[in-house]
Antibody, heavy 117, light 110 residues
């Protein structure tokens, strides 16, 4: 069964850091672009970042540039999102997804990040 | 702020048809493929349509996608109560180098 499982979410104070992980099972992520997408409470989807299969290219939405870093370890079949200088507006459910707009697309169930004092 | 515009809501009776529009620009829809996603309450998004009009395995042919210029449309025929969900379009934006989602449309079955 193709499965993506996110972890690492939680409550953090403004200015703090958090590292999200996404572990795949039932398939290898090594051949796919991987993405992080977030959804603030009651709001729509917002794409956050993506990374090429070999990790050589990364793209970010402007609001997280310089604060978030996407990375991957294909040997561990895992995707990561290092988040720093967190803001209240970063509060959201964070989903990882593979091949977001392709035949083999798959999404995780998400992990909640709450930034609050 | 999303660069793809969708109507906030659409509705129809069971068995009827709904269409959802997605309006963008030449930097996204005009020069890149469009995808459509369904998000049932409390669940992760699910890909319904990719490459403008292709369906992944398991997606019924009641759902269809089309693109013309800088706009795209999702059609759902034979509407069922299980189709009640939020629907989002999406496309790569070559000018911004980001993937953009639409504002989202809530489908209600009357």
């Amino acid at each position: 069964e193709v499965q993506l499982v996110e972890s690492g979410g939680g409550l953090v104070q403004p200015g703090g850091s958090l590292r999200l992980s996404c572990t795949a099972s039932g398939f290898t992520i090594a051949t796919d672009w991987m993405h992080w997408v977030r959804q603030a409470p009651g709001k729509g989807l917002e794409w956050v970042a993506n990374i090429k299969p070999d990790g050589s290219q990364k793209y970010y939405v402007d609001s997280v540039k310089g604060r978030f870093t996407i990375s991957r370890d294909n040997t561990k079949n895992s995707l990561y999102l290092q988040m720093s200088s967190l803001r209240v507006e970063d509060t959201a459910i964070y989903f990882c997804a593979k091949a977001i707009a392709a035949y083999t697309s798959a999404w995780g169930q998400g992990t909640l990040v709450t930034v609050s004092s | 702020q999303s660069v793809l515009t969708q109507p906030p809501s659409v509705s129809a009776a069971p068995g009827q048809k709904v269409t959802i529009s997605c309006s963008g620009s030449s930097s996204n829809i005009g020069n890149n493929h469009v995808s459509w996603f369904q998000q049932l309450p409390g669940t992760a998004p699910k890909l319904l349509i990719f490459d403008n009009n292709k369906r992944p395995s398991g997606i019924p042919d009641r759902l269809s996608g089309s693109k013309s210029g800088t706009s795209a449309t999702l059609g759902i025929t034979g509407l069922q109560t299980g189709d009640e969900a939020d629907y989002y379009c999406g496309s790569w934006d070559g000018s911004l180098s980001v993937y953009v989602f639409g504002t989202g449309t809530k489908v209600t079955v009357l």
